[in-house]
């Protein structure tokens, strides 16, 4: 990464503006996953221990640019003061001359959190006004440690930036920089790429950039059935996108063209509805009509897991089923635990997209894959090939060395 480090940066005695993702769920006014504020922890105590003084900005939910007490940031500087184990004062705008004041009274190892920066429709506009006024707000000093934000040419993310003397990235967004580009640009191999989820719209871009980048592509979940009922297979009542059977039998022609490594779906587990207790497994061209796939069959996990178990390399986005229920749990659980199995032979994983955390979580291998990315929207972009607004406001380094 040719860009400047939060390990660069002389932060003593200085208001550093750091935009954090808190994007966090709540219940009412408690928070039920504090994931991402421990994903940034040690940012937060690397620039305390240097003796700066923290503005912390954040967005939270979609409250479309007007203020919503429900999206407020307040239970969250409560959270954070418990996980920091320290004071964290919190200002009740993200903006103005009062919070202006409130961060000029900060004294060095001093922490401050911003109200949600979305409260303002200047913030997703990338105001440069708006900017201004959150750059105001530091000393000239800026770090990005939003990964999960990345993507979005945002005022707290890309604006601020033309309004500070240095922006860094933090320690966070330098691992998931590191881990998503050494898988992108300089992979050990073989590298096998494991997709799943609902749409194959959603993932276009990222399945037509890896079938260039990885050695074999295990496609599994509803996108599944796109690509397989392009081949003329029988997929019953199983969720498909017809408008995309021609751009699938684009992709197929493509890697039968290349002699590229796709495999789909032999087998699947079968209900007629989601909410359905009874269910069968079939090979898939046995496809009974009125049926659809929910899950991936045992045959396939066992022929994705041998693929995965030869693998040096593996980027993992979507589920391969309805895992939220049990019955349809089993193909991704499975794989989880082949990619933990793979990883402790040797292997770098790499996990992205919330639906694929939560699959690591329940299978109870988190602990186990090399990297789990904040950012679903933003890795699934950079996997994309895509660049990151994020990223490119960061200031590069002046010598043109990489951190490593």
């Not at 480090?5 to 993702?21: A, Y």
Request: with cysteine; proline share 4%; net charge neutral.
């Amino acid at each position: 990464m040719n860009k400047l480090s939060i390990r660069d940066l002389e932060m003593t005695g200085k208001r550093v503006f750091v935009r954090v993702d808190f994007n966090v769920p709540l219940d009412g006014t408690k928070v039920t996953d504090d994931t991402r504020i421990r994903a940034t922890l040690p940012t937060l105590r690397l620039a305390l221990e240097r003796g700066a003084r923290l503005v912390l900005a954040s967005h939270l939910g979609r409250p479309k640019g007007k203020v919503n007490p429900k999206y407020s940031m307040a239970p969250v500087a409560g959270k954070l003061q418990e996980l920091l184990g320290k004071p964290v004062a919190f200002a009740a705008d993200c903006i103005g001359a009062e919070t202006e004041a409130k961060s000029k009274a900060l004294r060095d190892g001093q922490v401050l959190l911003l109200e949600n920066v979305r409260f303002y429709a200047e913030e997703e506009a990338n105001d440069k006004e708006f900017s201004k006024k959150l750059a105001a707000l530091c000393d000239q000093l800026f770090v990005c440690d939003a990964f999960g934000s990345a993507h979005r040419a945002h005022a707290s993310v890309v604006g601020i930036t033309q309004f500070v003397r240095q922006a860094a990235a933090g320690l966070l967004m330098e691992k998931e920089l590191a881990y998503l580009g050494k898988a992108i640009s300089n992979p050990d191999r073989p590298f096998i790429a494991v997709l799943g989820g609902a749409k194959v719209s959603d993932k276009i871009e990222v399945v037509q950039n890896l079938m260039k980048l990885a050695d074999g592509m295990l496609i599994g979940g509803a996108m599944a059935y796109t690509f397989l009922k392009a081949q003329g297979l029988p997929i019953g009542n199983s969720l498909v996108e017809n408008d995309k059977l021609d751009l699938a039998r684009t992709l197929l022609e493509e890697v039968r063209r290349r002699q590229f490594r796709l495999r789909l779906p032999v087998d699947h587990v079968l209900a007629e509805s989601p909410d359905s207790t009874v269910t069968k497994v079939t090979d898939v061209a046995h496809t009974p009509d009125g049926w659809m796939g929910l899950d991936i069959g045992p045959k396939t996990i066992e022929q994705f897991g041998a693929e995965i178990a030869r693998a040096r390399t593996i980027v993992w986005n979507g589920p391969l089923g309805m895992f939220e229920k049990p019955a349809f749990a089993q193909g991704t659980l499975g794989i989880a635990r082949a990619v933990a199995a793979a990883t402790k032979a040797g292997a770098v994983s790499i996990i992205g997209g919330g639906d694929s955390v939560a699959a690591v979580e329940q299978a109870g291998v988190a602990s186990q894959i090399s990297h789990i990315s904040t950012g679903g929207g933003a890795s699934l972009e950079f996997l994309a090939g895509e660049k990151l607004p994020g990223v490119e406001a960061l200031t590069n380094r002046p010598d043109g060395r990489k951190e490593n």
